[in-house]
T-cell receptor, first 113, second 113 residues
Framework: DVKVTQSSRYLVKRTGEKVFLECVQDMDHENMFWYRQDPGLGLRLIYFSYDVKMKEKGDIPEGYSVSREKKERFSLILESASTNQTSMYLC????????????FGPGTRLTVT | KNQVEQSPQSLIILEGKNCTLQCNYTVSPFSNLRWYKQDTGRGPVSLTIMTFSENTKSNGRYTATLDADTKQSSLHITASQLSDSASYICVVRVSKAGNMLTFGGGTRLMVKP
């Protein structure tokens, strides 16, 4: 079974803090994704990566950066957390090529106070 | 602009009853459509995938339909169970390079005993 794990289920941070969200997948998938999920807005893509050290902006990259130093790990970084970044963050991975299912992690609920 | 609209936003039904969730999309060019189930506090899990040529696909008590002409899909749940309580998300993929997924806002289903 594909397994995508995220470092924290719940996280509370203060405004201005630097926040790291970690995601690890164990299926040697080329592609990895970070989404945020907000009520009424659905999932929105922040960044994705199709290979080590490669990254592409999604629909809402502002205020975020990512790092992919190893194939199995994709990190989302909030350089200076703000209250409008309070959200559920979901990581996903899938094999390279098109049409494959994305496998999601359990999510990290981040609250910025 | 690519959009995926789901209805209703929320639904409450009694255990054992059937229900149908709707998904309308304006995504083009169309590649495939997936329905995901997302339990509270968890990441989405794929239920079905449908391509342009498929009209109906079943997965146990879940049956998805696709009308590519009207750009509509539905997810029918038969003999609902308490464990069906979840959010159901419609996701459409565009036939382009890269990760071109458009997510619907989801339908939150609650099954009551």
């Amino acid at each position: 079974d594909v397994k995508v794990t995220q470092s924290s289920r719940y996280l509370v941070k203060r405004t201005g803090e630097k926040v790291f969200l970690e995601c690890v997948q164990d299926m040697d998938h080329e592609n990895m994704f970070w989404y945020r999920q907000d009520p009424g807005l659905g999932l929105r893509l922040i960044y994705f990566s199709y290979d080590v050290k490669m990254k592409e902006k999604g629909d809402i990259p502002e205020g975020y950066s990512v790092s992919r130093e190893k194939k199995e790990r994709f990190s989302l970084i909030l350089e200076s957390a703000s209250t409008n970044q309070t959200s559920m963050y979901l990581c996903a991975s899938r094999p390279g090529g098109g049409g494959y299912e994305q496998y999601f992690g359990p999510g990290t609920r981040l609250t910025v106070t | 602009k690519n959009q995926v609209e789901q209805s209703p936003q929320s639904l409450i039904i009694l255990e054992g009853k059937n229900c149908t969730l709707q998904c309308n999309y304006t995504v083009s060019p169309f590649s495939n459509l997936r329905w995901y189930k997302q339990d509270t506090g968890r990441g989405p899990v794929s239920l079905t995938i449908m391509t342009f040529s498929e009209n109906t696909k079943s997965n146990g008590r879940y049956t998805a339909t696709l009308d590519a002409d009207t750009k509509q899909s539905s997810l029918h749940i038969t003999a609902s169970q308490l464990s069906d309580s979840a959010s159901y998300i419609c996701v459409v993929r565009v036939s382009k390079a890269g990760n071109m997924l458009t997510f619907g806002g989801g339908t939150r289903l609650m099954v009551k005993p």
